[in-house]
T-cell receptor, first 118, second 114 residues
Framework: GAVVSQHPSWVICKSGTSVKIECRSLDFQATTMFWYRQFPKQSLMLMATSNEGSKATYEQGVEKDKFLINHASLTLSTLTVTSAHPEDSSFYIC??????????????FGNGTRLTVT | AQSVAQPEDQVNVAEGNPLTVKCTYSVSGNPYLFWYVQYPNRGLQFLLKYITGDNLVKGSYGFEAEFNKSQTSFHLKKPSALVSDSALYFCAGLLSGGYNKLIFGAGTRLAVHP
């Protein structure tokens, strides 16, 4: 089945530093990937849609300069949290689908990255 | 506004008993609905989806869901719960109108007791 690999699984960084999270589709090509953020005991909040070869589409209220998304190939999207602050601490999850349509394939999720900013 | 709701924060059931996790939706047009399960510190795993056709959808790990248009519901069910089914369950719906993205319910924690 389709596998999405996300790294690192957890990271601790100091306030003011930047952190990069990678999301790879291992056995399929993904023109579109999605980045979510999940707060404790809450649902997933869509942050942005990552499009291969073009700029990401950010959801309302998500700072594009803070959460940099790059989708340089059909199997890799990265999320960089720039100048991280404690309030950025969260669980970040990426996802991708095998085709361009939700009708034909569901979203496959990575295992998430637990970011803790001290 | 389009939305997906899971009215129960937690569902408790004894092992071997049937379980139901509720979901209601409010989306424009034909609904496309999904169920996902999340284990601690993990991403979401796809269980099943309703696109069209039979109202009873069968999915992974013995789960099934019943689509009910008149009640705008898509409840997740399993005839006999296992302790290993204990996890966080999310219902999701595809936003219509060309948005091409999923919206998730708040999640329901299922606890299956031995």
């Amino acid at each position: 089945g389709a596998v999405v690999s996300q790294h690192p699984s957890w990271v601790i960084c100091k306030s003011g530093t930047s952190v990069k999270i990678e999301c790879r589709s291992l056995d399929f090509q993904a023109t579109t990937m999605f980045w979510y953020r999940q707060f404790p005991k809450q649902s997933l909040m869509l942050m942005a849609t990552s499009n291969e070869g073009s700029k990401a589409t950010y959801e309302q209220g998500v700072e594009k300069d803070k959460f940099l998304i790059n989708h340089a190939s059909l199997t890799l999207s990265t999320l960089t949290v720039t100048s991280a602050h404690p309030e950025d601490s969260s669980f970040y999850i990426c996802s991708a689908r095998e085709t361009d349509s939700f009708y034909n394939s569901p979203l496959h999720f990575g295992n998430g990255t637990r970011l803790t900013v001290t | 506004a389009q939305s997906v709701a899971q009215p129960e924060d937690q569902v408790n059931v004894a092992e071997g008993n049937p379980l139901t996790v509720k979901c209601t939706y409010s989306v424009s047009g034909n609904p496309y609905l999904f169920w996902y399960v999340q284990y601690p510190n993990r991403g979401l795993q796809f269980l099943l989806k309703y696109i069209t056709g039979d109202n009873l959808v069968k999915g992974s790990y013995g789960f099934e869901a019943e689509f009910n248009k008149s009640q705008t519901s898509f409840h997740l069910k399993k005839p006999s719960a296992l302790v290993s089914d204990s996890a966080l369950y999310f219902c999701a719906g595809l936003l219509s109108g060309g948005y091409n993205k999923l919206i998730f319910g708040a999640g329901t924690r299922l606890a299956v007791h031995p």
